[in-house]
C-alpha cells in the first residue's frame, strides 16, 4: 500500500503552509490540516487519512493528546503517527517513539525532502517489501 493521504495538524500557520506546499506540491499526495487538536476531532468526520502528521506542543491539546482521543474511535486508532517536534533530545524523541510514534521529525525540516521523508519512513516501517523466499 501507497502513502498517499495526510492529516497535518499544527498551530504554526508559516510551518502549516510550508507543510502544505511539501505534502501538496512537491510530494503529489492529499493533505487535510487543521490548527489545532479539538479542531481536528471536530473536522476529520469520515476522512481516513493513512498518515497522521501531529505537532507535539500545541496550545490546549499536545499531539500526543490529540493522538490518544483519536485512538478510541475504530477508525483512526491503527493509523500511523509522525509527530514533528523543535525539542530534539533524544531522550524525548525515545519517549515519542516508546509511546507507539513511528517516526520524530525535528523542526526545522527541509520541505523540498520531507515527502521522501515520510514515504520511507512508511516504506520501511509499515509497509515494508516482503522477503522473497527461495526454494
Not at 479539538?38 to 490529540?66: N, R
Request: aromatic share 6%; charged share 25%.
Amino acid at each position: 500500500m501507497e502513502l498517499k493521504s495526510i492529516m497535518h495538524v499544527d498551530d504554526d500557520e508559516d510551518i502549516r503552509t510550508i507543510v502544505k506546499i511539501a505534502i501538496e506540491t512537491v510530494g503529489q499526495m492529499e493533505l487535510v490540516q487543521f490548527s489545532d487538536g479539538p479542531s481536528a476531532l471536530e473536522g476529520i468526520g469520515d476522512t481516513k487519512p493513512d498518515l497522521f502528521l501531529f505537532d507535539v506542543m500545541m496550545p490546549g491539546m499536545t499531539g500526543q493528546e490529540l493522538r490518544a482521543e483519536l485512538s478510541k474511535c475504530s477508525n483512526y486508532k491503527n493509523v500511523p503517527t509522525v509527530y514533528v517536534t523543535a525539542k530534539a533530545e533524544d531522550s524525548f524523541t525515545n519517549q515519542l517513539l516508546s509511546g507507539g510514534a513511528l517516526a520524530v521529525v525535528t523542526k526545522p525540516f527541509d520541505p523540498m525532502t520531507l515527502a521522501d521523508k515520510l514515504r520511507t519512513i512508511w516504506k520501511t516501517k509499515v509497509n515494508p517489501p516482503s522477503e522473497e523466499t527461495f526454494s
